[in-house]
């Protein structure tokens, strides 16, 4: 049997990624190859099968009905491939070579980032690739050994871990609370100034949550200034912006040096929670089973970042100098 060459893997590698990720360009990004690297050998690919496989335009790929079914036989191949590869990192005792992470950017930014260098003392031999992204990656296909995602999400190849809740609350300067009051009630936003945040997925406008009564209801205030990132928030907060809405994680090195503080704490809510996924094909790794376990440490239960807050009382405002106002 004549036996595959390299650049031929290379062709079939590239094919099944871009194919699976609908771009070049993302095909690229997550073999941290170049676009035209990846567009050449795709069209050797294709020149060697004598078939064409993507339909081009300007703007995407569509497979064509043979690019579709050869899609199908090389997804199969490299999951055959990767399965061999868990097998052998699973004969290792020890973590070593790269451990492939993905993660929201204020969750990557502020609890995964600072723990990694502490994590990387631990395994020496083991190097991280943490990629930030609100993109949902296919763990399978872009050999991602770990995600750290929002909300609970179902794929019957992957195994999930509840980490941490993800709370919202209300926060403001103090002094924005000095000068305007502070509300006792979500009702009374509408005589303040308020700034919000935009999913850039959807462009839409975050809806408010708030225990009301027994019920979570959900309120869009008029918005002086919306963005759409989520640590823009708590700067603009900061400076003296409003009053707006931020997971706990984010706020809580603000509120500590206070710089914000929680406002209608008690209708604050648990909006979802940050899960830990990883492909089942990963269970017996060495890499995964340290970070798994290290995870353990940057998403204590309780987190700190909620009970930070809970041990500020709702009327008390605390200043820079220390001090606190009572409002």
């Given amino acids: 049997m004549e036996q595959i060459g390299l650049d031929r893997l290379t062709g079939i590698i590239a094919f099944a990624r871009s194919a699976s ?20 050998s795709v069209q050797r690919l294709e020149g060697r099968l004598g078939l064409s496989l993507f339909t081009r335009t300007t703007r995407s790929l569509t497979l064509t009905p043979e690019g ?11 999951r055959q491939a990767e399965e061999i590869e868990q097998a052998a990192v699973a004969a290792r005792s020890e973590p070593a070579g790269v451990l492939k992470l993905t993660a929201p950017v204020p969750v990557g930014v502020h609890l995964l980032a600072p723990a990694l260098p502490r994590f990387r003392e631990r395994h020496p031999r083991l190097s991280v690739d943490l990629r930030l992204g609100d993109r949902f990656a296919d763990l399978v296909e872009e050999g991602i050994d770990v995600a750290i995602r929002v909300g609970e999400l179902s794929d019957s190849r992957l195994v999930s871990r509840r980490l941490a809740p993800h709370r919202l609350c209300a926060f403001s300067s ?72 931020s997971p706990t994680y984010i706020a809580a090195p603000y509120v500590e040096r206070g710089l914000l503080v929680p406002v209608l704490q008690e209708f ?46 709702p009327t008390t405002v605390r200043v820079p100098d220390g001090g606190s106002t009572h409002l």
């Fill in 21 to 40: 990720l609908g771009s070049y360009t993302a095909a690229a990004r997550s073999l941290g190859i170049s676009p035209s690297a990846v567009s050449k």
């Fill in 68 to 78: 579709r079914d050869l899609h199908e036989r090389a997804l199969r191949l490299l």
């Fill in 174 to 245: 103090p002094a924005y609370l000095e000068r305007r009051g502070t509300p006792r009630h979500p009702d009374e936003l509408v005589d303040h100034d308020c700034v919000n945040f935009r999913f850039q997925s959807t462009g839409q406008a975050l809806r408010w949550p708030f225990r009301i009564g027994g019920r979570t209801v959900e309120l869009t205030p008029n918005a002086g200034i919306v963005t759409d990132f989520s640590d823009a928030v708590a700067t603009i907060l900061v400076a003296g912006g409003g009053i707006g809405i």
């Fill in 268 to 313: 604050a809510v648990e909006r979802s929670v940050i899960t830990a996924l990883w492909p089942e094909s990963r269970r017996g790794s060495p890499n995964v089973r340290a970070f798994l376990a290290f995870l353990g440490e940057v998403f204590p239960s309780p987190p700190p970042w909620d009970g930070q807050l809970a041990a500020i009382p």
